[in-house]
Structures are given as structure tokens and as C-alpha cells.
Nanobody, 125 residues
Framework: VQLQASGGGLVQTGGSLRLSCAASGRTVSSNSMAWFRQAPGKERELVAAIGPSGRTYYADSVKGRSTISRDNAENTMYLQMTSLKPEDTAVYYC????????????????????WGQGTLVTVSS
């Protein structure tokens, strides 16, 4: 499975962005997927995750401001982010779990086997 993340960019505080993660190689409709981010000097952290049936998880830092979704027909996952803050500045990575059929997505980076290359989100103050 190859993952291609896109949609990052420079946005002002309060703005919005939609990140996309396109999967290729095989369908990922039965796999959990997630968005992680890593800011300079910080560890990679889970932002949001979605199970194969749509069960979602959000980090407290983005809850209420972000929506994770998936389009299984397009083999693509999305992260809609609104009310962006400077502390949201990071490289955002998408990931997919190799295991199939687990409704609850993994909460740790160790639970994901496939990773995209990352897309940079910069929020100016």
C-alpha cells in the first residue's frame, strides 16, 4: 500500500484546510487509517483516526475543529481542519493499519504499518 498525502499549505490563524490521503496498491476500505503530525522538536502525535466502519477518534487538541472522513470508493481519507491555530503548524502524515476489520483504530503510531510522505501545514499568527 502506498499513501500520498496532500493539501497542506500556509494559512492564517482561523483559516481552514482539507488534507487528503490517497491510497494505492490495494483497497484500504477494511483498514483503520489515521492522521499524525510532528512539529519541529516534538514527537509525532496522533491527530485523528478512523476505523473501517467510520468510528472516529480525535486528539483533544483538535476536537471540535477537525473532521476525519474516508471515501472508500475513492480509496481516500480526508482531514478537514478549521479554526486553525499557530500550534497546529506541523508536518501531517497519514497512516494505515495492515490489519483488517478492527473497528477501533489504533491509538499509537506503532499500530500503523503504512505511512505517507507528509504534508506541511503552516499557520501564521
Amino acid at each position: 500500500v502506498q499513501l500520498q498525502a496532500s493539501g497542506g499549505g500556509l494559512v492564517q490563524t482561523g483559516g481552514s484546510l482539507r488534507l487528503s490521503c490517497a491510497a494505492s496498491g490495494r483497497t484500504v476500505s477494511s483498514n483503520s487509517m489515521a492522521w499524525f503530525r510532528q512539529a519541529p522538536g516534538k514527537e509525532r502525535e496522533l491527530v485523528a483516526a478512523i476505523g473501517p466502519s467510520g468510528r472516529t477518534y480525535y486528539a483533544d487538541s483538535v476536537k471540535g475543529r477537525s473532521t476525519i472522513s474516508r471515501d472508500n470508493a475513492e480509496n481516500t481519507m480526508y482531514l478537514q481542519m478549521t479554526s486553525l491555530k499557530p500550534e497546529d503548524t506541523a508536518v501531517y502524515y497519514c497512516a494505515a493499519d495492515r490489519s483488517e476489520g478492527w473497528e477501533l483504530p489504533p491509538m499509537s503510531a506503532m499500530g500503523y504499518d503504512y505511512w505517507g510522505q507528509g504534508t506541511l501545514v503552516t499557520v501564521s499568527s
